[in-house]
């Protein structure tokens, strides 16, 4: 009679090892998988923000030969400097921005595209990283309650600038 409960008290043992074993591995494997990400990065639209970059404005500024990219706007904008025909630099640098980026994502319910949100923030040395210190432009269509898509791309047009980091967010 000992034997047999003694056996009984061994599968019982084993089987609480085991549920216990169950429960430790599914809390493992969910805790290292831990969420998604929400928007997911996309090497696509960081090379389009790339390639936006040196596409050539129609401002002209004063002291510099030509007319910049819309890379080289950012500094005139953050200065608050005019273009040579009297047009705001960050205006010329909204415009074109939403231009390109109307025609490249083309917004619509029937469309792949549902909407977009661009912002371009500055941020300085003494900036923490991924605060930014100014929001320079912000650009919105469409209508987007979740994002799936981003790129994201940092630069410095000069030392006065400072870093700006421009962010692309689409939902489809």
Known sequence: MREKRAQEEIVGFVAVVVLVSVIALIFVSLSLRG?????????????????????????????????????ELFTPCVEQKSCEDGRASCDVLNETLGELLSIGLRVGPERPVKGYEFIAARMTNSSIRDIPEQTILKLREGNCTSYSRQGTNEFRPSRQAGIIRLELKVCS
Do not use: H, K, N, W
């Open 35 to 71: 969420p998604g990400p929400a928007v997911q990065d996309d090497e696509s639209m960081r090379e389009a923000l790339e390639s936006a970059l040196q596409y050539t404005s129609s401002c002209s500024i004063p002291g510099i030969f030509g007319q910049v990219s819309l890379g």
